[in-house]
């Protein structure tokens, strides 16, 4: 089974803090996305990667970097975090193959800015 | 552009009722289609899917059919039960595994079965 993994369940942090958020699989896929996930608007792209130091912007990227320097790191960073920012983030691996796509999810890192 | 309606929630119902829940697409291909579900505090997890007209994904008593002429893709289960309370989510993807074309959500649909 591929395994997604997020470097923190839940995190707390202060207005103005830069956030590191990880994101780290076991498989060997190119494509990586990070989404924010709030209560009435569903999940909405950050960012994604097709590949080691590229990224491109999803819907909402405005206040978000990424980067990818691994293949199996995808880290999302909120350079000057507000509270606006506090939601459920999930990254995410996309495995496709024809129409065979999958998309498989880290356990999500609820944020709280304070 | 793509997108992905589906019921608002939450859904509320017995044990052993019957459920559906409602999902429409619009998409300039043709796309595969998935039901994901997200159990409380964790992410979300595949729960079937369908990858061509007329297709049925089944998985855990849970079917949906794509529907290409209604462009529809409803999630029905004959008898929910307490452990089938989460939140769902219909989904769509017009990637041809060439890119990295990603998923388009719904909103997600939350249901909550009481015994």
């Known amino acids: 089974d591929v395994k997604v993994t997020q470097s923190s369940r839940y995190l707390v942090k202060r207005t103005g803090e830069k956030v590191f958020l990880e994101c780290v699989q076991d498989?060997?896929?190119?494509?990586m996305f990070w989404y924010r996930q709030d209560p009435g608007l569903g999940l909405r792209l950050i960012y994604f990667?097709?590949?080691?130091?590229?990224?491109e912007k999803g819907d909402i990227p405005e206040g978000y970097s990424v980067s990818r320097e691994k293949k199996e790191r995808f880290s999302l960073i909120l350079e000057s975090a507000s509270t606006n920012q506090t939601s459920m983030y999930l990254c995410?691996?996309?495995?496709?193959?024809?129409?065979?796509?999958?998309?498989?999810f880290g356990q999500g890192t609820r944020l709280t800015v304070v | 552009g793509d997108s992905v309606t589906q019921m608002e929630g939450p859904v509320t119902l017995s044990e052993e009722a019957f459920l559906t829940i409602n999902c429409t697409y619009t998409?300039?291909?043709?796309?595969?289609l998935f039901w994901y579900v997200q159990y409380p505090g964790e992410g979300l997890q595949l729960l079937l899917k369908a990858t061509k007209a007329d297709d049925k994904g089944s998985n855990k008593g849970f079917e949906a059919t794509y529907r290409k002429e209604t462009t529809s893709f409803h999630l029905e289960k004959g008898s929910v039960q307490v452990s089938d309370s989460a939140v769902y989510f219909c989904a769509l993807s017009e990637g041809s595994g060439g890119g990295a074309d990603g998923l388009t959500f719904g909103k997600g649909t939350h249901l909550i079965i009481q015994p």
């Open positions: 995410a691996i996309l495995k496709a193959q024809a129409r065979n796509t999958e998309a498989f």
């Open positions: 990667s097709y590949d080691v130091k590229m990224k």
């Open positions: 998409a300039t291909g043709y796309p595969s």
């Open positions: 498989m060997d896929h190119e494509n």
